[in-house]
């Protein structure tokens, strides 16, 4: 596992970081009753599934999260020269995921085309890792053990 340390960042960058999330949740906490009346008047509304009495949701509310987000994406490539490439291919890997969910609650697409197109949307941090760009450790799960994540 690495450390801040290892990455060459401090304590004072951690506490930079739990800022910019911060930040990011209020934007998105902001703008997300503006987008609830924006969907009402689209008609993107649904029907929650799992409640019992099935009431009306706005759909499509992920969106928000992801122009919540991207801001302080932003930030962090601009300051954290260090991690620019974790960076990009958590924001190619979201932003891709994002999209496939918004055009899957407009047109609702297939559970193998969605499988696949979230397994497309992973694969920059796969790449990003394998060429070096970034390290990601194997994963250790408990009962099976450390997994390997390469070819």
Not at 106 to 121: F, H, N, P, T
Request: charged share 15%; with cysteine.
């Amino acid at each position: 596992m690495f450390t801040f340390e290892d990455m060459g960042l401090s304590i004072v960058d951690l506490v930079i970081m739990i800022i910019i999330a911060v930040c990011s949740f209020f934007i998105t906490s902001l703008m997300f009753p503006q987008y609830m009346k924006f969907a009402k008047k689209k008609g993107w509304i649904g029907k929650d599934i799992h409640k019992h009495d099935r009431p009306e949701v706005v759909e499509s509310g992920g969106i928000i999260f992801i122009i919540g987000l991207i801001p302080a994406l932003v930030v962090v490539f601009i300051l954290y020269e260090q991690i620019r490439f974790e960076t990009i291919a958590f924001a190619i890997s979201v932003l891709f995921s994002g999209i496939i969910g918004f055009i899957d609650d407009r047109k609702v697409l297939g559970s193998y085309l969605k499988l696949i197109l979230l397994i497309l949307a992973g694969l920059p941090i796969f790449l990003f890792n394998q060429f070096g760009l970034i390290t990601i450790n194997d994963p250790v799960i408990p009962i099976l053990g450390e997994l390997s994540l390469d070819w």
